[in-house]
């Protein structure tokens, strides 16, 4: 588990909701979906995230390209290295660190352009989901245009493991039980979680 | 309704018509000189003394004329040269245009370098250049859009000289477009000035030994087909009548060479150029070009190579430029083109709102520096008036 | 109350709602199969306890499609553990009855100005007022909690009848409340409602609260008896209590199961007045002339000799008159009727259906002892009689016995507690008499409540000193306005739906109750209602065998040893 800030990338556009950053196709820190990131916006105000898409856009020559019968490495290596298509990853905002103090509110305003992106470490993901009662499940839950179901799996996935890590197991146990008691009068999208959750299988 | 459809409608069964019996013509005159190609190809000493002979008296002349072997031969495609570096350069210019806030010019010209059988990233090199009217012209006359180009190429030549420095493998650079700096202007010193310090980029690759080449993709050259009329007109048993009418039919060179580049690949044998401006390349500048077949399918799709004569001279460099070339195209599947070449005009191209950011940034500054604005003119701001939106 | 003991109990579930009128209700928080109905629970709040009874208990979902689709087949184990804990729910319904008030944690500063502004008054529990707040836990009484409602064994007074049924606390009755009023025992035949009624009339006797007379129709209670499903030796009060118990029999050399009896009892004829017959019209299929008949008889001979009289006469007995006719003999029924202008049918009919009373050995001319003062006397001394019908245990025998009996000990009784009352120096208040009634609705059911004297008893008597024990299986076929009079109800198992509801009438919380009642265990369990019980409770009766007997007669009054006293509220020493 990560145990420094890793930069990831920088933002190219940004709400209060939510903000996209840009990276390298090739760029060895690639954060995955569900990762917990931070965006220092400004002195003592950072967002925070989880990284709910990931995606490259296409082109003419792409497209010519991928038609090609064989392609030789150098063009391969070309094209994700030096032509103008970044990564773009999709972040929603679940929270805000403020004056040191965490908490499941939004930064009172977004990150801006080129910001720098940053993977959190296991410290930053345990200390985040422990503020509170995990309140920013709310966030996740709000955005329907979202996996919701394989968001919170890939995102607890991966806490769980973090929590683990310092010998919490009972996390994860909590983290559901929560989902099932805000999600209860709404089965399709429970069960949807829950199924989810379900194909992690256990630790 | 910015055209007249129902005119239109009524102009396009003649049109077609006309444009589909031209095709017929061509084609049959290119059949014709196909069979002179044949006939006269095995004696490319008689055909060069030909072009020689008439060139004394037609001092405008433009041909192609036979380069070491005869014009009839064909040549399978060779065994890839593998690990070379290949480097390619495109450019592109912001014209001068009175009717934008600032007047000013730029040539941008990018390189991309590519190490083939490797997964080492490319290397790409862009330069961006300011111009106003004074620069290039030293005041004697307006930059114009020929000079614009011309400084163009020879900057994009020149990107491929510096590029090719230093390199420990074999090196081919590559151009869009041909090698002969060819412009319409009226300011003969400048073009000299020009042409001579091309010819010296040229001379740097013969120096390093660095194959550069231009590709000219879907050529409408007619050199060849011109050669082989001169043959036509000088024979003795010549059909005056069919002379008269093969002059009045323009056939371009791949009419006659489709029929015989039949496989992926093939090329023809090198063609000089001779030209009015030829007379500037001289001996290993000489320039000289080939056809080649860079489609993967039985139906040929033809290009032209633009080479120096002294890479011409040797059978190697000519096969890695036309494996290299052929190559290149395969990358781009069903559309062939070189890959490289592709990628240096993305990384050239400026776009529209590249050009509005950068007259805004050099209005911002000038008006900053206590200069006043220029307004751009009034025909430009109408064409920039909004067009008809539509209500969501 | 031990916070010790109160603190072992964990929380079954916690209250989400309910209303004074509709029960509570509470959210199980532990497996359903863990509660029962009928189970006593508290309720904490911060500074009153309420008690309650667990009446229904419900499976709730929080959308009907967690509870239709098995979770555990498509999601992992623990995750569907977790989801049907959320999400699939039990509710209880408790039936709030009554609260107590605890004032604030005696360790906090609060609880002493709290003593301080409550004074030297002490905590009493009281009927239920109001209701406990959200959230408030729901505990299962412990042996503190149950003692403190129901009181406890150590006390004088307080009688274990049984046990609570899921953790077996002892539960008591009052026995001087059980008294102060009319009470009833019920449960359909089979029940062990015989052996409860022995259970308690033994308590009765030990704790010497009051004197019994019981009317033993089946010659259960006196002697020593046979099980009728065990087949075991049943022992009677006689040969428990010796001294204490006085066994009656009916007629002159009447013996019970072939012993001879204490002492028998006769009735003289003159002790037979009309609404003793009265009261058998059913028995005897009187007409509606019969009171008339009476009244006639009366007149003519005295309220004392017209039995004796009416019996001599000779019904359709003629003689020759002189004109030769045949004619009414002079001590013939017709003679007497004619001469009173009274329908001479109807006086024959009369005398014709009272032969049977005629014929009875136990009413006689004049008794050899005078049995019923005899009686009497024994129950003033504190002595028990458990009169026993012997050979005569028909309908006829039981409703003239009983009621012939009762009322003069009515009599008796009135006449003494209003000498004492006038003379309050001279004469002694007659002892408290409990009248223990077998098969009661043949004399307390809607025809004949009226005219016996039970029914006065069970109404007025309570100032006299006289309440009733009834025991029944056919409550429903007691006359409503007795049944309402019954402090006390101790209640086995009920098959008609109208007994259920005869022995609920007149309570609060029926509705909930009907259930429980309905769903008892055909054996042993019973359920405490009504005045004389702190709240409606299901029990498992105690077991009337010899470990019984051994609790109850080695039990010892007076000093209680105070290591005793530390161990039962859970100190070790």
Same mark, same amino acid.
């Given at each position: 588990?990560? %145990?420094?800030?890793?930069?990831?990338?920088?933002?190219?556009?940004?709400?209060?909701?939510?903000?996209?950053?840009?990276?390298?196709?090739?760029?060895?820190?690639?954060?995955?979906?569900?990762?917990?990131?931070?965006?220092?916006?400004?002195?003592?105000?950072?967002?925070?995230?989880?990284?709910?898409?990931?995606?490259?856009?296409?082109?003419?020559?792409?497209?010519?390209?991928? %038609?090609?019968?064989?392609?030789?490495?150098?063009?391969?290596?070309?094209?994700?290295?030096?032509?103008?298509?970044?990564?773009?990853?999709?972040?929603?905002?679940?929270?805000?660190?403020?004056?040191?103090?965490?908490?499941?509110?939004?930064?009172?305003?977004?990150?801006?352009?080129?910001?720098?992106?940053?993977?959190?470490?296991?410290?930053?993901?345990?200390?985040?989901?422990?503020?509170?009662?995990?309140?920013?499940?709310?966030?996740?839950?709000?955005?329907?245009?979202?996996?919701?179901?394989?968001?919170?799996?890939?995102?607890?996935?991966?806490?769980?493991?973090?929590?683990?890590?310092?010998?919490?197991?009972?996390?994860?146990?909590?983290?559901?039980?929560?989902?099932?008691?805000?999600?209860?009068?709404?089965?399709?999208?429970?069960?949807?979680?829950?199924?989810?959750?379900?194909?992690?299988?256990?630790? | 309704?910015?055209?007249?459809?129902?005119?239109?409608?009524?102009?396009?069964?003649?049109?077609?018509?006309?444009?589909?019996?031209?095709?017929?013509?061509?084609?049959?005159?290119?059949?014709?000189?196909?069979?002179?190609?044949?006939?006269?190809?095995?004696?490319?000493?008689?055909?060069?003394?030909?072009?020689?002979?008439?060139?004394?008296?037609?001092?405008?002349?433009?041909?192609?004329?036979?380069?070491?072997?005869?014009?009839?031969?064909?040549?399978?495609?060779?065994?890839?040269?593998?690990?070379?570096?290949?480097?390619?350069?495109?450019?592109?210019?912001?014209?001068?245009?009175?009717?934008?806030?600032?007047?000013?010019?730029?040539?941008?010209?990018?390189?991309?370098?590519?190490?083939?059988?490797?997964?080492?990233?490319?290397?790409?090199?862009?330069?961006?250049?300011?111009?106003?009217?004074?620069?290039?012209?030293?005041?004697?006359?307006?930059?114009? #859009?020929?000079?614009?180009?011309?400084?163009?190429?020879?900057?994009?030549?020149?990107?491929?000289? #510096?590029?090719?420095?230093?390199?420990?493998?074999?090196?081919?650079?590559?151009?869009?477009?041909?090698?002969?700096?060819?412009?319409?202007?009226?300011?003969?010193?400048?073009?000299?000035?020009?042409?001579?310090?091309?010819?010296?980029?040229?001379?740097?690759?013969?120096?390093?030994?660095?194959?550069?080449?231009?590709?000219?993709?879907?050529?409408?050259?007619?050199?060849?087909?011109?050669?082989?009329?001169?043959?036509?007109?000088?024979?003795?048993?010549?059909?005056?009548?069919?002379?008269?009418?093969?002059?009045?039919?323009?056939?371009?060179?791949?009419?006659?060479?489709?029929?015989?580049?039949?496989?992926?690949?093939?090329?023809?044998?090198?063609?000089?150029?001779?030209?009015?401006?030829?007379?500037?390349?001289?001996?290993?500048? #000489?320039?000289?070009?080939?056809?080649?077949?860079?489609?993967?399918?039985?139906?040929?799709?033809?290009?032209?190579?633009?080479?120096?004569?002294?890479?011409?001279?040797?059978?190697?460099?000519?096969?890695?430029?036309?494996?290299?070339?052929?190559?290149?195209?395969?990358?781009?599947?069903?559309?062939?083109?070189?890959?490289?070449?592709?990628?240096?005009?993305?990384?050239?191209?400026?776009?529209? #709102?590249?050009?509005?950011?950068?007259?805004?940034?050099?209005?911002?500054?000038?008006?900053?520096?206590?200069?006043?604005?220029?307004?751009?003119?009034?025909?430009?701001?109408?064409?920039?008036?909004?067009?008809?939106?539509?209500?969501? | 109350?031990?916070?010790?003991?109160?603190?072992?109990?964990?929380?079954?579930?916690?209250?989400?709602?309910?209303?004074?009128?509709?029960?509570?209700?509470?959210?199980?928080?532990?497996?359903?199969?863990?509660?029962?109905?009928?189970?006593?629970?508290?309720?904490?709040?911060?500074?009153?306890?309420?008690?309650?009874?667990?009446?229904?208990?419900?499976?709730?979902?929080?959308?009907?499609?967690?509870?239709?689709?098995?979770?555990?087949?498509?999601?992992?184990?623990?995750?569907?553990?977790?989801?049907?804990?959320?999400?699939?729910?039990?509710?209880?319904?408790?039936?709030?009855?009554?609260?107590?008030?605890?004032? +604030?944690?005696?360790?906090?500063?609060?609880?002493?100005?709290?003593?301080?502004?409550?004074?030297?008054? !002490?905590?009493?529990?009281?009927?239920?007022?109001?209701?406990?707040?959200?959230?408030?836990?729901?505990?299962?009484?412990?042996?503190?909690?149950?003692?403190?409602?129901?009181?406890?064994?150590?006390?004088?007074?307080?009688?274990?009848?049984?046990?609570?049924?899921?953790?077996?606390?002892?539960?008591?009755?009052?026995?001087?409340?059980?008294?102060?009023?009319?009470?009833?025992?019920?449960?359909?035949?089979?029940?062990?409602?015989?052996?409860?009624?022995?259970?308690?009339?033994?308590?009765?006797?030990?704790?010497?609260?009051?004197?019994?007379?019981?009317?033993?129709?089946?010659?259960?209670?006196?002697?020593?008896?046979?099980?009728?499903?065990?087949?075991?030796?049943?022992?009677?009060?006689?040969?428990?209590?010796?001294?204490?118990?006085?066994?009656?029999?009916?007629?002159?050399?009447?013996?019970?199961?072939?012993?001879?009896?204490?002492?028998?009892?006769?009735?003289?004829?003159?002790?037979?007045?009309?609404?003793?017959?009265?009261?058998?019209?059913?028995?005897?299929?009187?007409?509606?002339?019969?009171?008339?008949?009476?009244?006639?008889?009366?007149?003519?001979?005295?309220?004392?000799?017209?039995?004796?009289?009416?019996?001599?006469?000779?019904?359709?007995?003629?003689?020759?008159?002189?004109?030769?006719?045949?004619? +009414?003999?002079?001590?013939?029924?017709?003679?007497?009727?004619?001469?009173?202008?009274?329908?001479?049918?109807?006086?024959? !009919?009369?005398?014709?259906?009272?032969?049977?009373?005629?014929?009875?050995?136990?009413?006689?001319?004049?008794?050899?002892?005078?049995?019923?003062?005899?009686?009497?006397?024994?129950?003033?001394?504190?002595?028990?009689?458990?009169?026993?019908?012997?050979?005569?245990?028909?309908?006829?025998?039981?409703?003239?016995?009983?009621?012939?009996?009762?009322?003069?000990?009515?009599?008796?009784?009135?006449?003494?507690?209003?000498?004492?009352?006038?003379?309050?120096?001279?004469?002694?208040?007659?002892?408290?008499?409990?009248?223990?009634?077998?098969?009661?609705?043949?004399?307390?059911?809607?025809?004949?409540?009226?005219?016996?004297?039970?029914?006065?008893?069970?109404?007025?008597?309570?100032?006299?000193?006289?309440?009733?024990?009834?025991?029944?299986?056919?409550?429903?076929?007691?006359?409503?306005?007795?049944? !309402?009079?019954?402090?006390?109800?101790?209640?086995?198992?009920?098959?008609?739906?109208?007994?259920?509801?005869?022995?609920? !009438?007149?309570?609060?919380?029926?509705?909930?109750?009907?259930?429980?009642?309905?769903?008892?265990?055909?054996?042993?369990?019973?359920?405490?209602?009504?005045?004389?019980? +702190?709240?409606?409770?299901?029990?498992?009766?105690?077991?009337?065998?010899?470990?019984?007997?051994?609790?109850?007669?080695?039990?010892?009054?007076?000093?209680?040893?105070?290591?005793?006293?530390?161990?039962?509220?859970?100190?070790?020493?």
């Amino acid at each position: 588990m990560n %145990t420094t800030p890793i930069e990831i990338g920088r933002l190219l556009r940004s709400s209060l909701t939510g903000f996209v950053a840009g990276c390298r196709v090739d760029q060895p820190s690639l954060p995955v979906f569900g990762t917990l990131v931070r965006v220092p916006i400004e002195d003592q105000l950072e967002a925070f995230g989880l990284v709910y898409d990931i995606h490259m856009d296409d082109d003419g020559l792409v497209r010519q390209l991928a %038609t090609s019968h064989s392609l030789p490495p150098e063009v391969i290596a070309d094209n994700r290295n030096n032509r103008n298509m970044p990564v773009e990853i999709s972040i929603i905002t679940v929270g805000r660190r403020k004056t040191g103090i965490l908490s499941h509110l939004l930064p009172g305003h977004p990150p801006v352009s080129l910001d720098v992106l940053y993977r959190c470490t296991s410290q930053e993901v345990r200390d985040f989901t422990t503020t509170g009662r995990l309140g920013y499940f709310r966030h996740i839950l709000r955005a329907e245009e979202l996996p919701v179901g394989e968001l919170l799996a890939a995102h607890l996935e991966q806490a769980r493991a973090a929590h683990r890590e310092s010998g919490d197991p009972a996390w994860f146990k909590n983290a559901t039980r929560e989902l099932i008691t805000l999600l209860r009068d709404d089965y399709p999208t429970l069960m949807s979680v829950l199924n989810a959750l379900s194909d992690l299988g256990p630790e | 309704m910015p055209i007249n459809y129902h005119q239109v409608q009524q102009q396009i069964p003649d049109f077609c018509k006309r444009a589909s019996n031209q095709r017929q013509e061509a084609l049959m005159a290119a059949g014709l000189l196909r069979d002179t190609l044949e006939k006269e190809g095995p004696q490319p000493g008689k055909l060069a003394s030909l072009v020689e002979s008439e060139s004394a008296t037609n001092k405008s002349l433009r041909c192609a004329k036979p380069f070491q072997e005869s014009p009839a031969c064909v040549h399978g495609l060779p065994e890839i040269t593998r690990g070379i570096t290949l480097i390619a350069a495109d450019g592109s210019q912001i014209n001068p245009s009175r009717h934008r806030q600032v007047e000013f010019s730029l040539i941008n010209v990018a390189t991309i370098s590519l190490q083939t059988d490797s997964d080492s990233p490319s290397t790409i090199n862009t330069e961006s250049t300011i111009m106003d009217n004074f620069d290039l012209t030293a005041g004697t006359s307006f930059l114009t #859009e020929n000079i614009i180009a011309l400084e163009r190429d020879i900057r994009e030549r020149k990107a491929l000289l #510096e590029q090719a420095s230093g390199s420990n493998t074999p090196l081919l650079t590559l151009t869009d477009g041909p090698l002969e700096l060819f412009r319409e202007t009226n300011d003969a010193h400048l073009i000299g000035k020009m042409l001579g310090e091309y010819i010296t980029i040229l001379n740097g690759f013969l120096e390093k030994r660095v194959i550069t080449a231009g590709y000219v993709d879907k050529p409408q050259s007619d050199l060849v087909a011109r050669l082989l009329k001169l043959s036509i007109k000088n024979n003795n048993t010549r059909n005056l009548q069919e002379y008269d009418r093969m002059e009045t039919i323009r056939v371009a060179d791949i009419n006659i060479f489709n029929p015989v580049l039949q496989n992926p690949g093939d090329r023809t044998s090198v063609f000089a150029i001779h030209s009015p401006w030829s007379k500037h390349f001289k001996d290993a500048l #000489e320039l000289c070009f080939f056809y080649i077949n860079v489609s993967q399918t039985d139906k040929p799709y033809l290009a032209r190579v633009e080479l120096p004569a002294w890479c011409a001279s040797s059978p190697s460099l000519l096969d890695t430029l036309q494996a290299v070339v052929f190559q290149q195209c395969v990358i781009m599947g069903s559309r062939p083109y070189p890959y490289i070449l592709h990628r240096a005009h993305e990384l050239a191209l400026i776009t529209f #709102e590249e050009t509005t950011q950068l007259d805004s940034m050099l209005a911002q500054k000038m008006l900053d520096s206590g200069s006043s604005q220029e307004m751009i003119s009034n025909k430009q701001s109408a064409k920039d008036l909004p067009g008809r939106g539509r209500y969501i | 109350m031990n916070a010790s003991i109160r603190d072992k109990n964990k929380p079954i579930g916690y209250i989400i709602g309910g209303s004074l009128k509709e029960s509570l209700r509470a959210r199980l928080i532990v497996p359903p199969q863990e509660v029962r109905e009928g189970s006593f629970v508290v309720i904490r709040t911060s500074d009153w306890q309420f008690y309650g009874l667990i009446t229904d208990l419900q499976l709730g979902a929080t959308d009907p499609r967690f509870a239709d689709e098995p979770s555990g087949e498509r999601l992992q184990s623990a995750i569907s553990d977790l989801l049907q804990g959320q999400t699939l729910f039990t509710t209880l319904e408790v039936l709030p009855t009554l609260m107590l008030e605890r004032g +604030p944690d005696p360790g906090s500063p609060e609880y002493a100005q709290w003593r301080e502004k409550r004074g030297a008054i !002490s905590s009493k529990t009281i009927p239920v007022k109001t209701i406990p707040s959200h959230y408030a836990e729901v505990l299962p009484a412990n042996e503190g909690d149950v003692a403190e409602i129901f009181g406890s064994e150590t006390s004088s007074g307080y009688f274990r009848i049984g046990n609570t049924r899921e953790q077996g606390h002892p539960v008591c009755i009052d026995l001087v409340k059980l008294i102060q009023r009319s009470s009833g025992i019920f449960g359909a035949t089979g029940t062990g409602k015989s052996f409860l009624t022995r259970i308690i009339l033994s308590g009765l006797i030990k704790e010497k609260l009051a004197s019994l007379l019981i009317f033993d129709m089946h010659n259960e209670y006196g002697l020593d008896d046979t099980a009728t499903d065990t087949q075991e030796s049943v022992p009677g009060l006689k040969g428990k209590f010796p001294a204490a118990v006085r066994i009656v029999g009916l007629g002159r050399g009447a013996s019970v199961r072939g012993q001879a009896p204490d002492f028998n009892l006769e009735f003289a004829q003159s002790d037979i007045q009309p609404q003793d017959i009265e009261l058998l019209t059913h028995e005897l299929n009187l007409k509606d002339t019969t009171p008339a008949t009476l009244d006639a008889l009366v007149s003519s001979f005295g309220i004392e000799n017209w039995y004796s009289k009416f019996k001599a006469m000779k019904p359709g007995s003629v003689i020759q008159g002189e004109d030769g006719k045949r004619m +009414p003999a002079p001590d013939s029924v017709e003679t007497w009727a004619l001469e009173n202008n009274v329908n001479s049918l109807a006086a024959t !009919s009369l005398h014709n259906k009272m032969t049977r009373l005629f014929h009875l050995p136990y009413i006689v001319e004049q008794p050899a002892a005078n049995g019923l003062n005899e009686i009497i006397k024994a129950l003033q001394n504190g002595q028990h009689i458990v009169l026993s019908f012997g050979d005569h245990e028909n309908d006829l025998d039981y409703l003239l016995v009983t009621n012939l009996l009762t009322r003069r000990i009515r009599e008796k009784w009135v006449e003494m507690t209003n000498a004492h009352r006038s003379h309050i120096e001279r004469t002694a208040e007659p002892r408290q008499l409990v009248v223990v009634l077998e098969e009661a609705h043949k004399l307390l059911n809607h025809e004949m409540a009226r005219q016996t004297t039970f029914s006065t008893i069970a109404r007025e008597m309570r100032k006299y000193g006289v309440t009733l024990l009834v025991i029944d299986q056919r409550p429903s076929q007691i006359y409503s306005e007795v049944m !309402s009079q019954l402090g006390s109800r101790i209640c086995g198992w009920l098959g008609d739906d109208d007994d259920i509801h005869a022995v609920l !009438s007149g309570l609060a919380g029926r509705d909930a109750l009907r259930g429980m009642l309905a769903r008892l265990q055909p054996k042993e369990e019973v359920i405490l209602l009504g005045w004389g019980i +702190p709240m409606p409770l299901v029990i498992q009766s105690r077991r009337y065998d010899n470990q019984f007997w051994g609790e109850l007669l080695g039990k010892t009054h007076g000093k209680v040893n105070e290591t005793q006293i530390m161990k039962e509220l859970g100190f070790q020493s």
